[in-house]
């Protein structure tokens, strides 16, 4: 006969952990530095909902989201509602309905836990996932791509990232090519699958007459300025090319405003989901897998342009230097409230001394050094512990 393990009350469904001290300060600080860089952009902040109808969810451009979302039915209403996986196309919803009147460009900002069902393998984070992104819905301009990236990377150099990359991609760029170089339908499928996994031998077999352009299109991923050039020379259909320099316009547009940013171009890749569409970005950090954000244009609505930039700070908040705690004064009773008061705005946390549940004695001194303190407070008199 089995046994069921004993159930701890420890145990969290898989992909769900709690984030303890210092972890969970790191993340919220980190989030108050982004959003502070973000205003100071003129990001306005706005807060949309955990939940959502599925219906108005996922309609449109938010089917994308369909698999990774977990849906809920409400008790109340008995309408199936969705755990949002991402907040763009909250932001979206709202641009298009509530802030249909306010005027253009808008700018918005936003930070929220989010659910996925299945996270990317590279994550540790699990299932509930941290967003802090910008949003700027109106303009469909090289400049406004490169507004998004360099605020972006205004932000991580303020949170201190070192070795930041940002990787510039067109995912309509190669289905677009495909469909006027006249590649069948069938023959799709399985050549997008060899671009993604770049197996140069699978995409000269499957490719055609377009392989030889397909293999140059693989070959110019790389550094900017060596992508462009690369891609300059390749001869492509017209409607392609258009969408080509794009691409190599938002690169240029981000290299006038920060010439010192490490960027690459990668023609042929696609990542993140699927309503995007126009230029994306992937932000990286030298030497990890994790993406530390990523953004795209996208239409909301189906008909008005934007662009934004969503960051991840449940992984940025592993590539910065932990969040000090507060240097702690003990209380003792009696202690003086107004010097407490002007401890706690000068930095300090101070602990009120509580009695002992049982009415014994309690040795103060002892408790302090207990409790981890570095001063104690005795009447309106701070002394340092030795
Ligand atoms: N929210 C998207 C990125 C994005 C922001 N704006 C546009 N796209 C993501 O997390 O993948």
Same mark, same amino acid.
């Given at each position: 006969?089995?046994?069921?393990?004993?159930?701890?009350?420890?145990?969290?469904?898989?992909?769900?952990?709690?984030?303890?001290?210092?972890?969970?300060?790191?993340?919220?600080?980190?989030?108050?530095?982004?959003?502070?860089?973000?205003?100071?952009?003129?990001?306005?902040?706005?807060?949309?909902?955990?939940?959502?109808?599925?219906?108005?969810?996922?309609?449109?451009?938010?089917?994308?989201?369909?698999?990774?979302?977990?849906?809920?039915?409400?008790?109340?209403?008995?309408?199936?509602?969705?755990?949002?996986?991402?907040?763009?196309?909250?932001?979206?919803?709202?641009?298009?309905?509530?802030?249909?009147?306010?005027?253009?460009?808008?700018?918005?900002?936003?930070?929220?836990?989010?659910?996925?069902?299945?996270?990317?393998?590279?994550?540790?984070?699990?299932?509930?996932?941290?967003?802090?992104?910008?949003?700027?819905?109106?303009?469909?301009?090289?400049?406004?791509?490169?507004?998004?990236?360099?605020?972006?990377?205004?932000?991580?150099?303020?949170?201190?990232?070192?070795?930041?990359?940002?990787?510039?991609?067109?995912?309509?760029?190669?289905?677009?090519?495909?469909?006027?170089?006249?590649?069948?339908?069938?023959?799709?499928?399985?050549?997008?699958?060899?671009?993604?996994?770049? +197996?140069? $031998?699978?995409? @000269?077999? !499957?490719?055609?007459?377009?392989?030889? =352009? &397909?293999? %140059? *299109?693989?070959? #110019?991923? /790389?550094?900017?300025?060596?992508?462009?050039?690369?891609?300059?020379?390749?001869?492509?259909?017209?409607?392609?090319?258009?969408?080509?320099?794009?691409?190599?316009?938002?690169?240029?547009?981000?290299?006038?405003?920060?010439?010192?940013?490490?960027?690459?171009?990668?023609?042929?890749?696609?990542?993140?989901?699927?309503?995007?569409?126009?230029?994306?970005?992937?932000?990286?950090?030298?030497?990890?897998?994790?993406?530390?954000?990523?953004?795209?244009?996208?239409?909301?609505?189906?008909?008005?342009?934007?662009?934004?930039?969503?960051?991840?700070?449940?992984?940025?908040?592993?590539?910065?230097?932990?969040?000090?705690?507060?240097?702690?004064?003990?209380?003792?009773?009696?202690? +003086?409230? $107004?010097?407490? @008061?002007? !401890?706690?705005?000068?930095?300090?946390? =101070? &602990?009120? %001394? *509580?009695?002992? #549940?049982? /009415?014994?004695?309690?040795?103060?001194?002892?408790?302090?050094?207990?409790?981890?303190?570095?001063?104690?407070?005795?009447?309106?008199?701070?002394?340092?512990?030795?």
């Amino acid at each position: 006969m089995t046994e069921d393990p004993p159930f701890s009350p420890a145990l969290l469904p898989a992909g769900f952990v709690d984030l303890l001290t210092p972890d969970a300060r790191t993340e919220a600080e980190g989030v108050t530095t982004l959003m502070g860089v973000f205003a100071s952009h003129g990001y306005n902040r706005v807060r949309p909902p955990l939940m959502e109808f599925e219906e108005t969810l996922l309609a449109g451009s938010g089917a994308a989201l369909a698999e990774q979302s977990f849906r809920v039915m409400d008790p109340d209403s008995r309408r199936m509602m969705v755990l949002r996986p991402d907040i763009t196309p909250q932001i979206a919803r709202m641009a298009a309905t509530r802030l249909s009147g306010l005027p253009r460009p808008l700018r918005l900002s936003y930070a929220g836990p989010c659910v996925v069902v299945m996270p990317a393998a590279a994550e540790e984070s699990g299932r509930q996932i941290m967003q802090a992104g910008i949003e700027l819905i109106g303009p469909d301009v090289p400049e406004a791509d490169a507004e998004v990236v360099t605020v972006a990377a205004q932000a991580l150099e303020r949170l201190g990232v070192p070795g930041v990359s940002f990787d510039l991609t067109m995912p309509p760029f190669v289905p677009a090519l495909l469909e006027e170089a006249g590649i069948a339908p069938s023959a799709r499928q399985a050549l997008l699958r060899a671009l993604d996994r770049k +197996d140069a $031998a699978a995409v @000269a077999e !499957l490719g055609g007459a377009l392989s030889e =352009t &397909l293999i %140059a *299109l693989l070959r #110019a991923a /790389g550094p900017a300025a060596q992508a462009v050039s690369l891609l300059n020379q390749i001869t492509l259909p017209p409607k392609a090319r258009a969408i080509l320099q794009r691409l190599i316009d938002a690169v240029e547009a981000v290299h006038a405003q920060r010439p010192d940013l490490r960027l690459t171009v990668d023609p042929v890749e696609f990542r993140g989901w699927k309503y995007h569409t126009g230029v994306c970005v992937t932000v990286f950090a030298v030497g990890r897998a994790e993406e530390l954000g990523r953004g795209g244009r996208y239409l909301c609505n189906d008909n008005e342009p934007a662009c934004g930039l969503t960051f991840r700070p449940d992984v940025l908040f592993r590539m910065i230097p932990a969040a000090q705690p507060l240097p702690c004064v003990y209380l003792m009773p009696g202690a +003086d409230s $107004a010097t407490a @008061a002007s !401890l706690r705005a000068k930095g300090y946390a =101070t &602990l009120a %001394a *509580l009695p002992a #549940a049982n /009415g014994q004695h309690t040795d103060h001194s002892a408790e302090a050094v207990r409790l981890g303190c570095s001063h104690v407070l005795a009447g309106a008199t701070c002394t340092e512990l030795a």
